[in-house]
């Protein structure tokens, strides 16, 4: 079994100031993390993903996450918001079981900024 | 261009009258898989293929049917629609249903069931 928590669902932040979006999961399995932005009457895209190589990895518009393994977390973080990262953020854990793929989805943080 | 396609992007119909959402990609994907989100709950896994003739049932797949005949769509089927199935879905495919690829999502479909 696998599950994944992000822990605000909403944050909000300054333009200009860091970003963390925490997300915790818990696998059977060693999984893979990936992150996707959701803007706004927008379909998912991928912002990053760790798949058991680099622990910490970079993704795309400036935003990086840390795998630790140790503390089951994999926290999305951005040195300085934009007004255009306000979106929804999504926390994905994945794995294989029985030969299926079986993609976890966390419920989403809403990332405000303000100007 | 590579993308997924959806079919309609907004839907309004009643209890009981079966619809087709329909979804395309482009890119030789073996995987395809549907999605609803709804508010809090983020997305939830309704069906999904590892490659055509192979589907397999998600997290919520009841009152849904799919098939796919071909590598390139993953059409959603809803036989008797009720409101509680009122949601956005999302179409998305990946290179191979393995965890080293990420998913590409189309543009979502946005149903209300009256």
């Known amino acids: 079994a696998q599950s994944v928590t992000q822990l605000d669902s909403h944050v909000s932040v300054s333009e200009g100031t860091p970003v963390l979006l925490r997300c915790n999961y818990s696998?059977?399995?060693?999984?893979?993390l990936f992150w996707y932005v959701q803007h706004p009457n927008k379909g998912l895209q991928l912002l990053l993903k760790?798949?058991?190589?680099?622990?910490l990895v970079k993704g795309i518009n400036g935003f990086e996450a840390e795998f630790k393994k140790s503390e089951t977390s994999f926290h999305l973080t951005k040195p300085s918001a934009h007004m255009s990262d306000a979106a929804e953020y999504f926390c994905?854990?994945?794995?294989?079981?029985?030969?299926?793929?079986?993609?976890?989805f966390g419920r989403g943080t809403s990332l405000i900024v303000h100007p | 261009e590579a993308q997924v396609t959806q079919n309609p992007r907004y839907l309004i119909t009643v209890t009981g009258k079966k619809l087709t959402v329909t979804c395309s990609q482009n890119?030789?994907?073996?995987?395809m898989s549907w999605y609803r989100q709804d508010p809090g709950l983020g997305l939830r896994q309704i069906y999904y293929s590892m490659n055509v003739e192979v589907t397999d049932k998600g997290d919520v797949p009841e009152g849904y049917k799919v098939s796919r005949k071909e590598k390139r769509n993953f059409p959603l089927i809803l036989e008797s629609p009720s409101p509680n199935q009122t949601s956005l879905y999302f179409c998305a495919s990946s290179y191979r249903g393995t965890i080293t690829y990420e998913q590409y999502f189309g543009p979502g479909t946005r149903l209300t069931v009256t």
């Open positions: 890119m030789n994907h073996e995987y």
């Open positions: 760790y798949t058991s190589a680099a622990t």
């Open positions: 696998s059977s399995y060693s999984p893979s």
């Open positions: 994905v854990v994945s794995s294989t079981s029985g030969g299926s793929y079986i993609p976890t």
